[in-house]
């Protein structure tokens, strides 16, 4: 599978979705089935924006800013929009049972998605702040192939650490363990974020045969990554290179969605 040159100009056509009091724009690009691409922080960077039209090319992709309601995306900056985050009704950053109202957000956008593409389902990546929100979304029968990229929250701070925590509650949990429902999840093996006991969690839940587990070896990360330590596969990590690991890794994560939501596939 050939992608084409990459470009990291924000998609063109944007709408306003709202649900309850939440509302927040959603960027859309691509035709066939859709999918849901959740950012990670520091937000709509650059590497998200190349993914993004990487996967507009096979996909309906619909990108909502989960910072913003602005016709434009919110602006990347770390520090400004990881103390909005902390602060935040939406996302409850810290919890281990409870991911916050966004999520409830993120189920409807996925349904409408759904109901105006139709098809055997909808796909969802979360990666970071959002890796677990994929996990959540795997709940609704419209949700055939979820995808979580180095799921990070609940976040762990010192003296409390929480590194297999899912942010699902009890009741949640039973009904993902009861599911059906393969989960593709990706890592890097030495990231600091995402650790081997958030993995564990998941596959202790869902079990091996639904598990689709892709674990990075740190030396195929991005040599120029903004980033301290490896952690952001698909985006900041990646390396543009027909032959680099974390390429292959999004070649996987395309076959993983067309297989559940192409009829053909």
């Given at each position: 599978?050939?992608?084409?040159?990459?470009?990291?100009?924000p998609?063109?056509?944007?709408?306003?979705?709202?649900h309850?009091?939440?509302?927040?724009?959603?960027?859309?690009?691509?035709?066939g089935?859709?999918?849901?691409?959740?950012?990670?922080?520091?937000g709509?960077?650059?590497?998200?924006?190349?993914?993004?039209?990487?996967?507009s090319?096979?996909?309906?992709?619909?990108a909502?800013?989960?910072?913003?309601?602005?016709?434009?995306?919110?602006?990347?900056d770390?520090?400004?929009?990881?103390?909005?985050?902390?602060?935040?009704?939406?996302?409850?950053?810290?919890?281990?049972?409870?991911?916050?109202?966004?999520t409830?957000w993120?189920?409807?956008?996925?349904?409408?998605l759904?109901?105006?593409?139709?098809?055997?389902?909808?796909?969802v990546?979360?990666?970071?702040?959002?890796?677990?929100?994929?996990?959540?979304?795997?709940?609704d029968?419209?949700?055939?192939?979820?995808?979580?990229?180095?799921?990070?929250?609940?976040?762990s701070?010192?003296?409390?650490r929480?590194?297999?925590?899912?942010?699902?509650?009890?009741?949640?949990?039973?009904?993902?363990?009861?599911?059906?429902?393969?989960?593709?999840?990706?890592?890097?093996?030495?990231?600091?974020?995402?650790t081997?006991?958030?993995?564990?969690?998941?596959?202790?839940?869902?079990?091996?045969?639904?598990?689709?587990?892709?674990?990075?070896?740190d030396?195929h990360r991005?040599?120029?990554?903004?980033?301290?330590?490896?952690?952001?596969?698909l985006?900041?990590?990646?390396?543009?290179?027909?032959n680099?690991?974390?390429?292959?890794?999004?070649?996987?994560?395309?076959?993983?969605?067309s297989?559940?939501?192409?009829?053909?596939?």
């Open positions: 599978m050939q992608l084409d040159q990459a470009r990291t100009d998609f063109k056509h944007r709408m306003l979705f709202k309850g009091a939440i509302s927040h724009s959603v960027f859309v690009s691509g035709s089935p859709g999918v849901i691409l959740m950012h990670e922080l520091p709509m960077t650059p590497e998200f924006w190349r993914l993004a039209n990487w996967l090319e096979h996909f309906t992709v619909w909502p800013d989960l910072f913003g309601k602005e016709e434009t995306p919110t602006k990347p770390r520090r400004k929009l990881l103390f909005r985050v902390c602060i935040s009704r939406e996302i409850h950053l810290f919890s281990t049972n409870d991911p916050g109202p966004i409830q993120l189920r409807a956008l996925s349904r409408k759904h109901d105006q593409i139709g098809g055997s389902g909808v796909g990546i979360g990666m970071c702040m959002t890796g677990n929100f994929s996990l959540t979304l795997a709940l029968p419209w949700v055939t192939a979820p995808v979580t990229s180095q799921p990070a929250l609940p976040a701070i010192p003296f409390r929480v590194d297999g925590a899912l942010q699902l509650s009890e009741g949640d949990r039973a009904l993902l363990a009861e599911k059906d429902i393969d989960i593709m999840a990706l890592r890097f093996q030495g990231d600091a974020l995402c081997a006991a958030r993995f564990a969690a998941i596959r202790k839940l869902v079990g091996d045969r639904r598990f689709h587990s892709h674990v990075v070896d030396r991005a040599p120029n990554s903004p980033l301290k330590f490896p952690h952001s596969v985006t900041a990590d990646l390396v543009d290179e027909d680099s690991e974390t390429k292959k890794k999004l070649i996987e994560v395309i076959k993983f969605l297989a559940r939501l192409l009829p053909s596939a």
